[in-house]
C-alpha cells in the first residue's frame, strides 16, 4: 500500500466511526470529539447536533463500503458521498507537511471527516486495496479493519482480544474432542 500517514489516519477515522458503539459514541458530542481527536483531528468546539447526525449517516455508508462484495460498489458509493459534499480538492502543508482537503476550510466538522475519509478509502481502492477493507473473523465480532499488513493475511480487528478469544476457543474445541474419544480398541484399560 502506498499510503501516506495523513490517508491512513483517515481510514482509520472511517474504521473507528464504522466500529463506533451505536449507542453511545456518535450520540454525545464529547464521545464524538474524543473519537475524532484520537486520530488528529482538530475539533475546535463539540460536534452540534447537526455534525452528529452526519456522523451517523457517513458510519452507514462506510458500513455499505466495507460490507460491499464488489470494488465497484465501495467506488460508487464514495463517490457519491463526495459529489454530495461538493468536494473540492486542494492541496495545504497547514500542519507542516503536504496533503489534501476536500472540504473547504469553513466546513463543519463532519463535512470533512465524510470528505477525507471518502477520499482516503478511494485511495486504497485505486492502490489496489479494496480487497483489504475487511469485517472481522471472530464470532460475535461485527467490527471492521484495513489489513495494512504485509502478507494481507489478518483476519481479526484485534489480535489481542478477538484473535486470542478465538484461537482460545478453538483449542478448547480441540481438547474437548480428544477428551472425547474413546480409547483405541487395542489399548487395555487400567485394571483397578
Do not use: K
Not at 495523513?6 to 472511517?14: H, L
Not at 454525545?28 to 451517523?56: M, N, Y
Request: aromatic share 6%; glycine share 6%.
Amino acid at each position: 500500500m502506498n499510503l501516506g500517514a495523513y490517508e491512513s489516519r483517515a481510514i482509520q477515522t472511517g474504521v473507528d466511526l464504522v466500529n463506533a458503539d451505536s449507542g453511545d459514541d456518535l450520540q454525545e458530542p464529547a464521545r464524538a470529539a474524543e473519537l475524532l481527536t484520537a486520530q488528529g483531528w482538530v475539533v475546535p468546539a463539540p460536534p452540534s447536533p447537526a455534525d452528529l447526525t452526519r456522523l451517523r449517516a457517513l458510519r452507514d455508508v462506510l458500513r455499505r463500503a466495507f460490507d460491499a462484495a464488489e470494488e465497484r460498489e465501495v467506488v460508487e458509493l464514495l463517490n457519491r458521498t463526495l459529489a454530495g459534499l461538493r468536494a473540492l480538492p486542494q492541496l495545504t502543508d497547514h500542519d507542516g507537511g503536504w496533503h489534501w482537503h476536500y472540504s473547504p476550510p469553513a466546513a463543519g466538522i463532519a463535512d470533512r471527516v465524510a470528505a477525507t475519509v471518502a477520499a482516503a478509502l478511494l485511495s486504497l481502492v485505486a492502490d489496489g486495496g479494496h480487497g483489504r477493507m475487511r469485517a472481522c473473523s471472530a464470532d460475535e465480532c461485527e467490527n471492521v479493519f484495513v489489513d495494512f499488513s504485509r502478507n494481507g493475511a489478518r483476519r481479526f480487528c484485534s489480535s489481542r482480544a478477538c484473535g486470542n478469544r478465538t484461537h482460545a476457543a478453538a483449542y478448547r474445541a480441540r481438547r474437548r474432542s480428544t477428551e472425547d474419544r474413546p480409547a483405541p480398541a487395542d489399548q487395555e484399560s487400567p485394571v483397578d
